[in-house]
């Protein structure tokens, strides 16, 4: 009956551990995959930064045509407003010459109508002098006189109509060269206006193909702007949508991380019903037959793998303390920087097995650790996350629920390293790059 009683309960421990593993399975998986995409989409986000970065710099490149097209344009438009200055001068000066023409028009007139008023009067006096034959003179009026009074009047009346012809005439002379005077001034005038017309049309057309000048170098700076601009907002643009699509990548990451917990939780805690079903099983074989004895189960691992320590850790591998938690100058890069775990130096191939019970959340290979294993562990309900880099081969697969002390890899040298060591880190919540959840190992384990 107790044997039967041992073997119900190991096909059940079978059954439960398929169903928590297969189940696991699934979920590391996915997060393998998501991980996978979100190494790809960080990927694509350095290339599409560094592509912004050319465009920029290329835009800075061009920024020099544009601001030979800025002068072109400010040119351009120093001259169109000199032209319009121009144009408006002339006109000024057409309507002054107007205003001119039109006062001399005014008074060419009146001369017009005074030398005519004038001719009218000098014909008919040299008519009066034709009908009386030319026969009076001023001579005989003065000499006709009856006395001296008479004389003196004679030679004052003729002294006057002399004075008034000589006057008449020089008037009409005047007016008349002074009419010859204005006709030519306002005939120079109009000629000046003809001239001033032309050249207003060759201002006008000057400005016409300015104008169009300008537009073509504006529309030709706005195209450049536009098609730099459009590439940059179309680079940028994409990179928003890929950052974003990298943040919900993560989000999802951390929720199956937090899946595959909540699965190393409820794993120990299976274990642990496990474990104490057998010991009470193996105890009431032991009162009832004195000659069996308790069977200890242990993974079978090299010589050279570390004891299992009791508790919640072990020591992840046999070998050597090189180097702690903390800050300190690199070997190859030279660069300071943090230490985010620890190393044991060891042999390659020195077995390296897991530091606690866990589901095994991430294999592969991943930058400067080179093949790295992450196993996932909830210890009191506290979710841990423990790392194993370096490791020259890899014996375990994401979603696989290990025990503490199994066997999971071996030590190496790949990634970025200087000899054959594992790196161990131990994160307090998920694993983080950059994040502070790295905590120093020996807070848990033991060395």
């Known amino acids: 009956m107790i044997k039967r009683h041992r073997i119900i309960s190991s096909v059940l421990a079978i059954g439960l551990l398929t169903t928590t593993v297969g189940s696991a399975d699934v979920f590391a998986d996915s997060l393998k995959d ?6 790809a989409a960080d990927i694509k986000k350095k290339n599409l930064d ?9 835009i800075q490149e061009k920024q020099s045509k544009v601001d030979v097209l800025v002068s072109q344009i400010k040119k351009l438009n120093d001259k169109i407003e000199e032209t319009n200055q121009n144009m408006d001068r002339i006109i000024a000066e057409m309507n002054q010459t107007q205003i001119e023409i039109e006062e001399l028009q005014s008074s060419i007139k009146e ?26 003179s001023y001579l005989d009026v003065l000499l006709g006189a009856n006395s001296f009074a008479d004389f003196i009047d004679r030679f004052s009346a ?25 006709k030519k001034l306002v005939e120079q005038k109009l000629a000046e206006q003809e001239e001033r017309k032309q050249k207003i049309q060759a201002l006008k057309d000057e400005l016409h193909n300015k104008k169009l ?50 699965i190393a939780r409820k794993e120990q805690a299976r274990k642990h019903k496990l474990q104490q ?14 000659r069996s004895s308790a069977s200890s189960s242990s993974s079978s691992s090299s010589n050279a793998a570390p004891p299992v320590s009791s508790g919640s850790w072990t020591k992840p591998t046999t070998g050597s303390f090189s180097s702690g ?37 991430y294999t592969g290979s991943m930058e400067g650790f080179g093949n790295v294993i992450m196993i996932t562990h909830s210890v009191k309900g506290q979710i841990m996350t423990t790392v194993y880099a370096h490791l020259s081969s890899i014996g375990t697969s994401s979603g696989q629920s290990v025990d503490k002390g199994q066997f999971i890899g071996a030590v190496g040298s790949t990634g970025f390293s200087t000899g054959p060591h594992l790196h161990f880190e131990v994160h307090v919540g998920n694993f983080s790059a950059t994040g502070p959840s790295a905590v120093n190992p020996l807070h848990y384990v033991s060395f």
Do not use: C
Request: aromatic fraction near 2%; charged fraction near 35%; avoid cysteine.
């Open 111 to 136: 001369l017009e109508i005074r030398i005519k008023q004038r001719d009218e009067v000098l014909r008919e006096r040299v008519r009066v002098m034709q009908v009386k034959g030319n026969q009076v």
């Open 50 to 58: 560094s592509t912004i970065q050319k465009k920029e710099i290329q």
């Open 213 to 262: 000048e300008k537009r073509e170098v504006v529309n030709q700076l706005e195209k450049s702007q536009e098609k730099l601009s459009s590439e940059k907002g179309a680079l940028e643009e994409e990179y928003s949508e890929t950052v974003a699509f990298s943040s919900k990548l993560e989000k999802k990451i951390i929720a199956e991380q937090n899946r595959l917990a909540e």
């Open 34 to 39: 998501l991980q996978n995409e979100k190494n």
């Open 325 to 361: 938690f903390g800050w300190r100058t690199h070997p190859i890069s030279k660069v300071r920087k943090q230490h985010r775990g620890m190393d044991i130096s060891a042999p390659t191939g020195t077995p390296v097995v897991a530091a606690g019970d866990g589901v095994v959340s």
């Open 158 to 182: 003729v002294s006057t109509l002399m004075d008034a012809d000589r006057k008449i005439i020089q008037q009409q002379e005047e007016d008349i060269a002074l009419l010859e005077e204005e």
């Open 277 to 290: 079903e057998r010991l009470a099983a193996e105890a009431a074989a032991a009162a009832a037959n004195s």
